[in-house]
């Protein structure tokens, strides 16, 4: 099993840059991807980006260039740097993180950014 804590969401000025942290425990040993997801009213939950043991990155195209994944496997975290906010990246942001064999989801964190 493995356990995701998500820290670092809140209330944004348009334009900031705030920083998304994920911490894994548990059975980190086998986690390979690990990244984040978001979920606005009334939308679906959509990929933001993600990051593989290897260093492989899957970015959604709408946001490369103002989001950055980064992974520290020696801390099992993961952290999504965020810059140049608008008001449509309101979401609640979503740790992940999959094995082999299953998918992990944290509790979200909201991130509402003001205009």
């Known amino acids: 099993q493995v356990q995701l804590v998500e820290s670092g969401g809140g209330l944004v000025q348009a334009g900031g840059s705030p920083r998304l942290s994920c911490a894994a425990s548990?059975?980190?040993?086998?986690?390979?991807?690990m990244g984040w997801y978001r979920q606005a009213p009334g939308k679906q939950r959509e990929l933001v980006a993600t990051?593989?043991?290897?260093?492989?990155?899957d970015d959604a195209e709408s946001l490369k260039g103002r989001f950055t994944i980064s992974r520290d496997d020696d801390k099992n975290t993961v952290t999504l740097q965020m810059n140049s906010l608008k008001p449509e990246d309101t979401a609640v942001y979503y740790c992940?993180?999959?094995?082999?064999?299953?998918?992990?989801w944290g509790q979200g964190t909201q991130v509402t950014v003001s205009s």
């Open positions: 548990g059975s980190t040993f086998r986690l390979n991807s």
């Open positions: 992940h993180a999959e094995t082999k064999w299953t998918t992990y």
């Open positions: 990051i593989t043991n290897g260093g492989s990155t």
